[in-house]
Nanobody, 121 residues
Framework: QVQLVESGGGLVQAGGSLRLSCVAS????????FGWYRQAPGKQRELVATSSSGGSTNYAGSVKDRFTLSRDNGKTTVYLQMDNLKPEDTAVYYCNAEARPFPWSSLRDFWGQGTQVTVSS
């Protein structure tokens, strides 16, 4: 199956920056959507940014112009550069991949364990 390992979370002051990384490994035939979601305490998990295998990227309105999503050339690593962070960005950030472990598999959602991002005011 597909494993996702995140890194790069931490504590930062408002206005600061962090860069999250997510590496996919295991049985991977192909990854379609690849990106990040987040969940703040008491709230539902929400989309932050995701990119398709075709290269299009979709951002939540609250992070547009502050966050940048990128994928490496091998397409098994995705990065989230977060600039001008705000206290409301505080959440657990989860890597997500829609992937096929085998050529005959249907697309499935895979999730990382999450990395904490805390922005102090």
């Amino acid at each position: 199956q597909v494993q996702l390992v995140e890194s790069g979370g931490g504590l930062v002051q408002a206005g600061g920056s962090l860069r999250l990384s997510c590496v996919a490994s295991g049985r991977i035939f192909g990854i379609d959507a690849f990106g990040w979601y987040r969940q703040a305490p008491g709230k539902q998990r929400e989309l932050v940014a995701t990119s398709s295998s075709g290269g299009s990227t979709n951002y939540a309105g609250s992070v547009k112009d502050r966050f940048t999503l990128s994928r490496d050339n091998g397409k098994t690593t995705v990065y989230l550069q977060m600039d001008n962070l705000k206290p409301e960005d505080t959440a657990v950030y989860y890597c997500n991949a829609e992937a096929r472990p085998f050529p005959w598999s249907s697309l499935r959602d895979f999730w990382g364990q999450g990395t904490q991002v805390t922005v102090s005011s």
